[in-house]
């Protein structure tokens, strides 16, 4: 397969480079700056560009078989975040991108205690309000009828440090995936890592599964 990354050089851009090469496919990453794919595995083909270049937009998402979306939200415009999702999306359908992968925060999830996590005791008023907004680029992917795409929500918790377990569980529901359901501390029991999130990704990337849906993540 032909993989296009947005975001390649994140930690979960490049793990989905790694193990994209690891697993025999040809990855395309798009990056701001050649400098910063400095650092990019071998055999990776980077594009320079962003979501607001179309022409490298095009040269990158021609031929692909998916984009995988996957760039975090700004720290100065979060408020950008959905029209970004939404550019890239419009991009993928015009360069005939037959699939978008997609990532976006968990904040909004519903916790098993039927309360969002973004308002949780662990936000406060500053956080909660970055994430509420960036929440909003749920609604550039719900808003999308002709693209085939499915998203993907992360467990509460992500660190660089954190182990690969080869494994991980998945839901449907926009329910927060966690170890014990029962807990009120979800940041010790809704964890994934950056590679077993990047191998549930390019899983789904080969053997489509799901369809306008957000696929929530976790251990």
């Known amino acids: 397969m032909i993989l296009t990354v947005m975001g390649a050089t994140g930690n979960l851009g490049r ?31 980077v594009f ?7 022409a490298v937009l095009k040269a990158a998402f021609t031929g692909t078989d998916a984009v995988l979306i996957v760039f975090p939200p700004s720290l100065a415009k ?22 978008v992968i997609g990532l976006v925060g968990s904040a909004g999830t519903m916790t098993a205690k039927g309360i969002a996590l ?19 680029a749920w609604d550039s992917y719900r808003a999308e009828k002709e693209l085939d795409w499915v998203c993907f929500v992360p467990a509460a918790r992500m660190q660089t440090h954190m182990p ?6 998945t839901r449907t529901d926009e329910q927060l995936v966690t170890v014990d359901d029962s807990s009120w501390q979800f940041f010790d029991t809704s964890q994934i890592s950056y590679g077993d999130l990047a191998k549930a ?9 799901h369809r306008w849906v957000f696929v929530t993540t976790g251990y």
């Open 15 to 45: 793990k989905l480079l790694e193990q994209g090469i690891a697993r025999g496919h040809t990855m395309r990453a798009v990056s701001r700056t050649i400098s910063a794919a400095s650092g990019l595995p071998a055999g990776v083909e």
């Open 48 to 54: 320079e560009g962003s979501d607001a270049t179309p």
């Open 78 to 99: 979060p408020g950008d975040y959905p029209n970004q999702i939404a550019r890239v999306l419009a991009a993928a359908k015009e360069f005939g991108a037959p699939r």
């Open 118 to 136: 973004v308002d949780t005791d662990f936000f406060g008023e500053t956080t909660r309000h970055f994430y509420q907004g960036v929440h909003h």
């Open 164 to 169: 690969d377990r080869g494994e991980y569980r």
């Open 201 to 209: 990704m390019l899983v789904e990337a080969e053997q489509p599964k």
